[in-house]
């Protein structure tokens, strides 16, 4: 199974959609964790879940830049990140204190005092000087105070009240594979009354939104994993005018890089630097994303500062 985001659209209907299925990133994400830093299962699963979701978020956005996922959680997950940069590039990492038991999920997980929380950011690649991303936080809990039970129903709630878009989500993510279907009501043109005409046309396409959203939930986690993309939207909807576009490929990919951990030791300062220096050695930073390990020795501790005073102590944070 190829790492690939399959976009479609309903034929004259206000619906389209996407399929995601990430096998080898996925499994490259797992891989840099292995031993010790592993995932339990249930977080395996909900970070799968993640990955599948900011894919098809930003599949769905035309938008040059990053997209960031982020679960805080008050439970023993206490951070979930997932990150979807321009080209559909991903990474994602969680960080767990706690005991995770077997069966948990997102409200035992991440909910448990009601103090867990979702937050999708937008970061713009041209982002101007002194600007800040654009940042959305969702409660894990619904309109009447109820823990929600999926991820999915926590992201549909911001894509509606954020983006004024009716979205169904179907996530699912094992061992192997981490997959999902989007479904979302084309947005209309214009904000004006409508007449009678145009109110039954709306009631239409409301329906034609309701009937596909129903088709598309009877898709099981098993068929999201296993099922080729081909068969598995031909299953689903086999008697709608669906039309396919070219595929988009996936990658998973790190940005963190030996320049800018550098940058980022800089920015902690010269003095807590050599302190660490001193007590160990060596300076030796970890990415929590792909794993790599980068070390800085004396000599690489003086260069690094002394080349900044030369620069006029430019530095970039490590993000």
Not at 19 to 33: D, F, H, I, M, T
Not at 237 to 249: C, Q, T, V
Request: charged share 25%; aromatic share 6%; with cysteine.
């Amino acid at each position: 199974m190829q790492d690939v985001l399959h976009p479609f659209l309903f034929t004259g209907l206000p619906v389209r959609g996407a399929l995601v299925q990430v096998s080898a990133g996925w499994r490259e994400v797992l891989k840099r964790r292995e031993g010790a830093g592993a995932f339990p299962p249930p977080v395996e699963a909900l970070l799968g879940e993640m990955v599948a979701a900011g894919i098809l978020m930003f599949s769905s956005i035309k938008f040059d830049g990053r997209l960031i996922l982020q679960l805080h959680g008050d439970g023993p997950l206490k951070l979930g990140v997932v990150e979807v940069s321009s080209g559909l590039r991903f990474r994602a990492t969680a960080r767990i204190d706690g005991t995770v038991l077997d069966g948990m999920t997102l409200p035992t997980l991440a909910n448990q005092g009601r103090q867990g929380r979702c937050a999708i950011t937008l970061d713009p690649r041209k982002r101007q000087a002194g600007s800040l991303p654009y940042q959305g936080i969702v409660p894990l809990f619904d309109d009447s105070g109820r823990s929600v039970e999926h991820l999915a129903s926590a992201l549909e709630h911001y894509m509606l009240q954020s983006e004024q878009l009716d979205t169904r989500l179907m996530l699912a993510a094992d061992e192997s594979c981490a997959a999902g279907l989007l479904l979302q009501r084309m947005p209309t043109v214009g904000g004006r009354a409508l007449g009678h005409d145009e109110n039954e046309a709306q009631i239409g396409r409301n329906e034609d939104f309701n009937r596909i959203a129903t088709l598309g939930s009877t898709v099981t986690p098993a068929e999201l994993l296993q099922l080729d993309p081909d068969t598995l939207l031909r299953r689903l909807f086999w008697e709608e005018p669906l039309e396919r576009f070219a595929p988009r490929a996936l990658d998973f990919e790190c940005s963190c890089g030996r320049e800018r951990v550098r940058d980022m030791l800089v920015g902690l300062g010269q003095t807590e630097v050599e302190d660490i220096l001193a007590e160990q050695g060596q300076v030796e930073v970890g990415c929590d994303f792909c794993g790599n390990s980068y070390r800085f020795d004396a000599v690489d501790v003086g260069d690094m500062f002394t080349a900044d005073l030369d620069q006029g102590g430019a530095t970039t944070r490590l993000q």
